[in-house]
């Protein structure tokens, strides 16, 4: 973990597309902890979104007490994975029909848009307030949402992310493969992106996600354009 926590924690979370959902399950005795496996989207403001059942355990739950908390786990594939980064982000899930949510979770998840219309699915927005980082042995800490969030995101990037994505697949797929296999040592053909906030995009190949950070935060589409181009040019130096 570096030393800045928050946006290594922000890292963290945007890089995978899975999470453990923990709720309050009622039940003849009160209350119960209930843990699941959720897939799970992050919109530009680190937003959790999730797309779940209202037959699902976890969504009746969440509509008699709507407190929530998502593990993201970052652990995979180490030999030790206690010493590994991990992050339990709290707050509140809140439906939404927003169609910028449920875009933004199709475009990290394209498999769910075969059930995403269904009658019993609903999105839901996580509302974060505070989170805590287990980073490894001896580096622990909690995060209150102020500490945590970015920087508000730029209303200008959030509505132009569709098109950037857009045009990155459809007109510069060598250079998303660049992305992927140069800077990120990813193997494979066929890497897409799914999105682009002001800290990093977000790329896909088949049940494979992964986090390219860009090299300074952006602000707008003209700058993300320049950084998109700034990192061709340091991928093919590479």
């Known amino acids: 973990m570096t030393e800045d926590l928050p946006h290594s924690v922000r890292d963290l979370v945007r890089g995978l597309d899975k999470a453990a959902l923990a709720t309050a399950l009622p039940n003849e005795n009160g209350t119960w902890p209930y843990a699941s496996l959720v897939l799970v989207a992050v919109d530009h403001d680190l937003s959790p979104i999730l797309l779940m059942s209202d037959l699902a355990e976890h969504s009746k739950a969440i509509s008699a007490d709507n407190r929530v908390s998502l593990l993201f ?35 990290r998840h394209p498999d769910a848009a075969m059930y995403a219309d269904f009658r019993d699915f609903r999105f839901y927005r996580v509302v974060l307030e505070r989170a805590h980082l287990v980073g490894g042995f001896g580096k622990i800490r909690w995060l209150t949402a102020a500490e945590l969030l970015p920087a508000a995101p730029a209303p200008a990037l959030v509505e132009a992310e569709h098109d950037i994505v857009a045009h990155m697949n459809d007109d510069h797929a060598d250079a998303v493969a660049l992305y992927a296999g140069k800077l990120l040592g990813l193997p494979g053909e066929g890497w897409r992106m799914t999105g682009i906030d002001g800290e990093g995009i977000d790329l896909r190949r088949r049940g494979a996600v992964a986090r390219l950070p860009l090299p300074a935060p952006v602000t707008g589409p003209e700058e993300a354009r320049k950084a998109l181009i700034a990192l061709v040019a340091k991928a093919r130096a590479a």
């Open 73 to 107: 786990d970052g652990t995979a594939g180490l030999d030790q994975p206690l010493t590994g980064p991990r992050a339990s982000l709290l707050g509140r899930a809140v439906p939404t029909d927003d169609a910028r949510y449920r875009a933004r979770f199709l475009a």
